[in-house]
């Protein structure tokens, strides 16, 4: 006969097995691991890159051409969504603010179009994709450059821009793992 004790463990044993391979099987791959420690070195935590990438349900199990191409859409989705919410507060911005704004909005147009001319020279040309998403985070590092110049205090644009600058940092380790074609 088994004691209230042994009941007891035989449960705690069986709950803590099941959570520790749920949290297993929630693990980020090796590569997205990898991928987002190399990140964080440069830019951001390594959960804000795990995060990032596991807007993709598909990331977890991508192989490094996968990823890459993951890494660039949610750079474009990110960038072509900030353009889009400056173009709203150019709207109804007061004149001190325009400026600044208008410059954002190219910024985040041309961080947009490095994106998109990353990922379509994945396959051609990696150097170049992996050039592309490095001056991705340029043209939004800019946007933040005139904000700090005109001492500009906009809502959500900062936190956007760290966003843009993380996508661009995912998207340059990834394509600076990419194979070189020959």
Known sequence: MYSLAAHRFMFLTILLA????????NAPSILMQDICKETAKSHGSYDDCVSALELDPTADSADINKLA????????SNT???RNY??????NATPE??????TCLSSYVAATASFKSALSELGEDPLSANY?????????QACEDEMARNKAQIPGIITRNNYGKLYSAIAFVVTNHLPQIS
């Open 86 to 91: 400056i173009k709203k507060l150019l709207k």
């Open 18 to 25: 099941f959570v520790s391979r749920s949290k297993a099987a």
């Open 80 to 82: 072509a969504d900030t």
């Open 132 to 140: 592309d998403s490095l001056v991705a985070g340029d043209d939004v």
């Open 97 to 102: 603010s325009q400026e600044t704004l208008n």
């Open 69 to 76: 191409k993951i890494s660039l859409q949610l750079g474009i």
